[in-house]
């Protein structure tokens, strides 16, 4: 079973930025489509940025288009949010999850329902 650990996370002030990075332990990530979610207590989960197998494709909220980039290195079995200016709106856990299987190498998914493993978290904090 894969595990996911993410880092990077910490305070910076608007404007910032910080590049979170997930490592993952006990399985190659190279077929695994991989996310970024956020959460802050009391609200539900949601996408920050997906990508898909191949690397080539990639989905985002709206909220962070053009702000942040996924990326993936497989021979680091690593994958990266680099997030620039950053928004107090940022503020949240951030969560690294993995697929266990995909439809196609350019496939990429928005919904917590494909992603079976999941990283403990990292929380970021925006101050204005």
């Known amino acids: 079973q894969v595990q996911l650990v993410e880092s990077g996370g910490g305070l910076v002030q608007t404007g910032g930025s910080l590049r979170l990075a997930c490592a993952a332990a006990?399985?190659?990530?190279?077929?695994?489509?991989m996310g970024w979610f956020r959460q802050n207590p009391g609200k539900e989960r949601e996408l920050v940025a997906s990508?898909?197998?191949?690397?080539?494709?990639?989905a985002y909220a709206d909220s962070v288009k053009g702000r942040f980039t996924i990326s993936r290195d497989n021979a680091k079995n690593t994958v990266y949010l680099q997030m620039d200016s950053l928004k107090p709106e940022d503020t949240a856990d951030y969560y690294c999850?993995?697929?266990?299987?995909?439809?196609?190498?350019?496939?990429?998914?928005?919904?917590?329902?494909?992603?079976?493993?999941w990283g403990q978290g990292t929380q970021v904090t925006v101050s204005s």
């Open positions: 999850a993995s697929t266990e299987t995909y439809f196609s190498l350019s496939s990429v998914y928005i919904d917590t329902f494909y992603y079976r493993n």
């Open positions: 990508i898909s197998v191949s690397g080539r494709n990639t």
């Open positions: 006990g399985r190659s990530l190279s077929d695994s489509v």
